[in-house]
Each structure stands twice: as structure tokens, then as C-alpha cells.
């Protein structure tokens, strides 16, 4: 019999701001837009917590900074692989067990009213992309 299921811990980073020229039409491309990204991560805190070392956890400015630079280079057609390529970022941190992206598009050429396009995927470590 195995042991009790530990529940993960998780940080979150809310709202990274860039300005990114993804899309799939030209004007996307040329003018650019900006782009939210919203990034969770399961991880175990414990050893952190315990030596209260940031080298014993994620560090999220970093992580912040890596989506970030996602968002603003190398343009992609699709939102989905932007969220892609953010996940396999969050997840190259051994540390980091499974991640959810969000990429919110706020500019989305869309002809009718609308908030917002949001698109969330999320991955496990292991998994392949």
C-alpha cells in the first residue's frame, strides 16, 4: 500500500505583459500586439520552506522574464504554439512537476464585440509536446 497523495504546491504568475507580433494575418505580424500570459506551477515548496534558500525553488522572477521574452521574439502563427513553447519552458525546471499556460489576446482580429480569446493548455513533465 502506498502513502497518502500529496497535493502540489503551486505559484502562480499572473498577467506577464508583452507586445508580440503572433498571429496569422499580416497586420497581426506588422503591427503587433500585446499579449497577457498566466503561467501556474506544481512543485514541491518543502525543501524550500525547510533551508528557506531561493536556490531550493523556482525562481519566478526568472520564469516571469522567460515568458516575457517568449511573448516579445520569434513570432508564431498560433497561440497554441506560443502556450507550447511558454509550457516547455516552465517545465525544464526539474523541479516543476506539471504547468498551466494561459495566453490571453485581447486584440484578436475578431469582427463582433468580445473581452478577450483565451487559450490555457497544460502539461505534465514527462509528457512529450
Known amino acids: 500500500m502506498s502513502g497518502p497523495v500529496l497535493t502540489p504546491d503551486v505559484i ?21 500586439q500585446e499579449f497577457v500570459v498566466d503561467v501556474r506551477l506544481e512543485l514541491d515548496t518543502r525543501p ?9 525553488t523556482v525562481n ?3 520564469v516571469a522574464e522567460q515568458v516575457h521574452q517568449a511573448i516579445e ?15 516547455d519552458l516552465c517545465l525544464a ?15 484578436a482580429p475578431i469582427t463582433v464585440p468580445f473581452d478577450d480569446v483565451v487559450l490555457t493548455v497544460q502539461r505534465r513533465a514527462g509528457e512529450s509536446s
Open 73 to 87: 521574439n520569434d513570432p508564431v502563427d498560433l497561440i497554441e504554439t506560443l502556450a507550447q513553447r511558454i509550457a
Open 60 to 62: 519566478y522572477g526568472a
Open 48 to 56: 524550500a520552506a525547510a533551508s528557506d534558500n531561493l536556490a531550493d
Open 12 to 32: 502562480e504568475i499572473r498577467g506577464i505583459r508583452g507586445f508580440g507580433r503572433h498571429g496569422v494575418f499580416e497586420h497581426e505580424r506588422a503591427d503587433g
Open 93 to 107: 525546471d526539474r523541479r516543476v512537476t506539471a504547468t498551466a499556460v494561459t495566453i490571453h489576446k485581447p486584440s
